[in-house]
């Protein structure tokens, strides 16, 4: 399966968590992208990393890089605008970590209702 995971925080890529501090969301993202890779996926992972790198298996490409045409599934992490990231995509997942009500305000409510994606929660609550 072809895999592209989107996030546009902060500079980090599949080995910052191993030298320096780095928030959950962003080590758990870190974390999914090698696992994805290790279970035989091709896995393209598109932030604000300095350089383009593998790592675990996944490919990290800088924010300003070409991105990819087509992917089997998209995971965004947080930002709706994310989803759109790739033109032909059988499937959207948005990855929201904390506090949810951001997306209920009507610029993120239309982008969610344009892309229809799958939402990933971490808690019961969050839902």
């Not at 032909?88 to 904390?98: A, E, F, Q, T, Y």
Request: net charge positive; charged share 20%.
């Amino acid at each position: 399966m072809n895999i592209v995971m989107f996030d546009d925080s902060v500079p980090f890529d599949g080995f910052t968590a191993a030298t320096k501090p780095l928030g959950g969301a962003e080590k758990a993202f870190a974390a999914l992208a090698g696992a994805l890779a290790k279970a035989g996926h091709t896995v393209t992972v598109v932030n604000r990393c300095k350089h383009a790198l593998m790592a675990e298996g996944a490919r990290w490409r800088p924010w300003d890089s070409t991105r990819p045409h087509d992917a089997d599934v998209l995971i965004a992490l947080r930002n709706p605008e994310l989803l759109g990231g790739v033109r032909r995509v059988d499937s959207r997942v948005l990855w929201v970590p904390g506090d949810p009500k951001y997306l209920g305000n009507a610029h993120n409510a239309d982008l969610l209702a344009s892309y229809a994606p799958r939402l990933l929660f971490l808690t019961e609550r969050q839902a």
